[in-house]
């Protein structure tokens, strides 16, 4: 698929930064084409967890501490190689604006075989390490056991879970959010069903919702290979490995993952601050992580679509189609971020009865919430703008930038208890964050310098 060829009445409004009506309206149709879909499959993809935890805290408390050190650690494990999903949608992207759909396909098999390499080498890591990896993150007593027995089960699923991400890129870059979403929607559903069997009908307990999990996993990836089978022998495109693909699918993601285990960084450094500032401050502060984390679900989906629309109009070599649509987007971001945050400020009343009855947690969350409604309409650029850099191919920057960011952040994260400062102080460092996260964007955004144009980006 490509984009039409720009008239020169809208190169001449692009270039003065004013988009027609016709244009915005051919952006804005593509953005919630893709976005909607994705929006659905990201808010899919944490239901497999909520799933599991219902089902399995009717069997005890010690069970359901043990499904959270294990789900904790096969969480990290998978969105480690979100990168997969990531390189995969801007090189498919490319090659689809290019119009070479089989070197489009083929780039995806590619990532798929690597996806196979690495699950198999975590699976070669957690089964025989279950027992250490469930110690360092804190399970005791009698919880260790059911989270040794579900951890060791579930990463029999991380190779098909790794080739999800992969194959969800696949369709991204072509251009195809409903399909991951209808895998998504049935997935949960039959993982749901499997527990729910396994765990009282066929009295496995713990394990029979691990085994439910990893056998739903199975089933999403076969769907997808389905479809990505399909696509090669319509195309014409080979399904054996190449080494040199692989190797350049893995060179790719390199910045990206750099980009992936900064954030994540981030994100310890903040739960650990808060951890020093009290027990009601942490436990408000994983409230927040969690609305934080639902929002983001939202803006994501923008970023998602921003991911494959710039790499089509560059892989088309239409640079100033994929500079309006980057335009148009961060609009849609800034929009997004500040009806995000109006919800946000104006439901705290109704929100924080929802998670806790405690009055000093509630003390904590009513100033912090105030900070994380603040915070979206930068969240919403900054979203969208690291899709747009992502769907441009640009990994080495993105990895500079979030190494930067992170640099910043954290002397500012840690001088918080060192200074007195409560939770709310930390959640203004996390918007410190997002301000500078969007600075080094912006910048990168105004220089130009990711509108690299043609089928592989040099």
């Known amino acids: 698929m490509t984009s039409a060829p720009a008239r020169p009445a809208d190169t001449d409004e692009r270039r003065s930064g004013r988009l027609p009506r016709e244009v915005r309206r051919r952006h804005d149709r593509e953005i919630i084409a893709l976005a909607v879909p994705a929006f659905g499959a990201l808010v899919a993809e944490p239901l497999f967890l909520m799933a599991d935890s219902a089902i399995v805290g009717h069997l005890g408390t010690p069970q359901l501490a043990g499904l959270g050190v294990a789900a904790t650690l096969l969480t990290t494990a998978v969105n480690v190689f979100v990168f997969l999903a990531y390189a995969t949608t801007a090189a498919v992207a490319r090659r689809v604006g290019a119009a070479d759909l089989p070197s489009a396909i083929r780039q995806g098999i590619d990532g ?15 089964i025989p390490g279950a027992p250490a990896l469930a110690d360092v993150f804190g399970a005791s007593g009698r919880a260790t056991g059911y989270a040794v027995t579900y951890l060791r089960i579930s990463a029999l699923g991380i190779p098909a879970m790794l080739v999800v991400l992969v194959a969800t890129g696949v369709l991204r870059g072509l251009q195809n959010t409903r399909t991951p979403l209808v895998v998504a929607v049935v997935g949960f559903a039959v993982n749901a069903a499997l527990n729910a069997t396994l765990v009282y009908v066929a009295g496995l307990g713990i394990a029979g919702s691990a085994w439910g999990t990893v056998i739903a996993q199975c089933g999403m990836a076969a769907a997808y290979l389905t479809v990505v089978v399909r696509g090669a022998r319509r195309h014409g495109a080979s399904l054996r490995p190449d080494v040199a693909g692989i190797r350049a699918c893995a060179t790719a993601g390199v910045p990206l993952l750099v980009r992936t285990l900064s954030l994540r960084a981030v994100l310890v450094i903040a739960t650990a601050v808060a951890a ?97 409604a603040i915070s979206q309409p930068v969240c919403g650029p900054v979203f969208v703008l690291d899709g747009v850099l992502m769907g441009a191919g640009d990994g080495s920057y993105l990895a500079w930038a979030m190494l930067g960011t992170l640099a910043v952040f954290a002397p500012a994260a840690f001088a918080v208890p060192a200074l007195g400062g409560a939770l709310t102080a930390l959640w203004w460092a996390m918007v410190l964050f997002m301000l500078t996260r969007l600075a080094f964007l912006w910048g990168r955004a105004r220089s130009g310098r990711w509108v690299v144009t043609g089928a592989v980006r040099a």
């Open 112 to 126: 798929i075989w690597l996806a196979l390499l690495l699950g198999a080498l975590v699976v070669a890591a957690v």
């Open 276 to 372: 020093r500032l009290g027990t009601a401050q942490v436990a408000a502060h994983q409230i927040l992580v969690t609305l934080w984390s639902l929002l983001a679900f939202a803006l994501d989906a923008i970023a998602i679509a921003g991911q494959a629309i710039i790499g089509r109009y560059l892989g088309a070599e239409d640079a100033p189609g994929a500079r309006a649509a980057c335009r148009r987007m961060v609009q849609w971001g800034i929009a997004a971020g500040v009806l995000l945050g109006v919800l946000v400020a104006v439901s705290r009343p109704l929100f924080i009865p929802l998670f806790t009855s405690d009055p000093a947690v509630r003390d904590q969350l009513l100033p912090a919430l105030l900070v994380v």
